[in-house]
């Protein structure tokens, strides 16, 4: 009888406003009642400390980059991820030299710095123009190994290419983490991309028999000649892509069959509330109003040694055939490369 390796994983979902302060500081709060109701994993949800910028291309939102190894964000909550004992990482807009990048760091439950990677994949639309400010990233898909699990992590649009979790859960991650800033299409009001956005990453769960914690940002933002609402929706899916907890989702426009008149709705799937942790148990917490400036936090119990012999024993890693893939190689199709 295996000995389970229970992992309390927490994805957190908020509005940004245009202080960096006072998102750092919402932030922090939601980091603070996770870890206070058990969570050791935490994810953030993408660029949290600004608004998304990215609706406009601006020369002067180059300044909201920073370095590394000078950044004040990071280093608070590196110093956070130490205090709680928790697993953080932490997504920042990366300026190294005359790169810029949209990276994540990962910070480990004793504080240690475990490493950085940078989006991959850059997306460029209306309302989306992020090729404007990032370089695509040179750091190739990267897995963590943290005190409570090896974690993928990778940010919004990576989340759409099943290629990146395939990577990730070769390289032997248990948990695959995706923070995004996803909402309202500013060219289409009535498209809604809210439930293709999950089925996707339900996908990568079930493909790699791996779990998914994805944590988006929620509420209306504002630029000149661009608006685009962020649908929320963070949720944590098991390693059968079965959303297991969600956070509240907030309807783009009327027309909307899940809701049309603004209001936030409520997360479903949840667990009953619980002190102890134990393998399927979920919890969500509302910091004010679902939907609202004040966050939530949504957190599920994975035993990953269950998991991890649930995923040897369903054989998808013994059957592949790489020799077989090598079309994927090449942008066309083509298998001669």
Known sequence: MATPRLVTVAATQMSCSPDAKDNADAAEALVRRAAAAGAQVILLQELFSTRYFCQEQREEHFLLAESEHESALLARFQALAKELGVVLPVSFFERGNNAFFNSVVVFDADGGHLGLYRKSHIPDGPGYQEKFYFNPGDTGFKVFDTQFGKIGVAICWDQWFPEAARSMALQGAELLLYPTAIGSEPQ??????????????????????????????????????????????????DQTGEIVVECSYIPSNRGDSEGGDGTAIGASRMGAASAAAQPGHSRHFCCGEPGGPGGEVILHTFDLE??????????????????LYRPLLSLDGRATV
């Open 306 to 323: 269950g998991v991890r012999l649930q995923r040897a024993g369903w054989g998808l890693f013994r059957d592949r055939r790489p020799s």
């Open 188 to 237: 289409d009001p009535t498209l809604n991309s809210s439930a293709h956005w999950r089925r996707v990453m339900q996908g990568h769960a079930g493909a790699n028999l791996v779990p998914v914690v994805a944590s988006n940002r929620v509420g209306r933002e504002e630029y000149p000649g661009s608006h685009i609402t962020f649908y929320g929706s963070s949720f944590i899916a």
